[in-house]
């Protein structure tokens, strides 16, 4: 499964996965109907060098709604990650559901970021093709789970 960028360049779909030793392989890519290896329970943990980057990358939660997906082979088959929910969590520990999804800031003088995505969890409705032997995707949706501050 792949996906594009805003300026159209096709990728790996954002799903990072864990590698042989539980850190986040950024360059794993989704596999349509396959499970991620259940003694990871899909999670990993994500080594950030540069948070200033991460923050414009990986922690904002626009580089996961940006990104559309293409149902066939045609450019007009393009289609877009709908959002689903969005939760954010205050520095409280309170978490509320937002409207809305915005993006992730950085600020240099603290060496924070505010508003960075902690978890993604996509849905992916398809559909078994005339053939019987294919499927084609009909929508995914993403759902955000934000924290207010690092």
Same mark, same amino acid.
């Given at each position: 499964?792949?996906?594009?960028?805003?300026?159209?360049? !096709?990728?790996?779909?954002? /799903?990072?996965?864990?590698?042989?030793?539980?850190?986040?392989?950024?360059?794993?890519?989704?596999?349509?109907?396959?499970? =991620?290896?259940?003694?990871?329970?899909?999670?990993?943990?994500? +080594?950030?060098?540069?948070?200033?980057?991460?923050?414009?990358?990986?922690?904002?939660?626009?580089?996961?709604?940006?990104?559309?997906?293409?149902?066939?082979?045609?450019?007009?088959?393009?289609?877009?990650? +709908?959002?689903?929910? =969005?939760?954010?969590? $205050?520095?409280?520990? @309170?978490?509320?559901? $937002?409207?809305?999804?915005?993006?992730?800031?950085?600020?240099?003088?603290?060496?924070?970021?505010?508003?960075? =995505? @902690?978890? =993604?969890?996509? @849905? !992916?409705?398809? $559909?078994?093709?005339?053939?019987?032997?294919?499927?084609?995707?009909?929508?995914?949706?993403?759902?955000?789970?934000? !924290?207010?501050? /690092?």
């Amino acid at each position: 499964m792949f996906s594009a960028d805003s300026d159209g360049f !096709v990728r790996n779909f954002i /799903l990072p996965q864990p590698d042989l030793y539980g850190f986040c392989d950024n360059m794993k890519s989704a596999e349509f109907l396959r499970g =991620v290896d259940p003694d990871s329970k899909g999670s990993c943990v994500q +080594q950030i060098s540069d948070l200033e980057t991460a923050s414009e990358t990986i922690l904002n939660p626009l580089f996961y709604e940006r990104a559309y997906f293409t149902a066939a082979s045609t450019a007009s088959a393009k289609k877009t990650i +709908q959002t689903g929910f =969005v939760f954010i969590e $205050q520095p409280d520990g @309170r978490v509320e559901q $937002q409207s809305s999804l915005s993006a992730a800031t950085y600020n240099s003088n603290t060496c924070s970021v505010e508003n960075y =995505v @902690r978890e =993604v969890l996509y @849905r !992916v409705f398809y $559909q078994v093709a005339e053939d019987g032997g294919h499927y084609i995707i009909d929508n995914i949706s993403a759902d955000f789970y934000l !924290v207010k501050e /690092l």
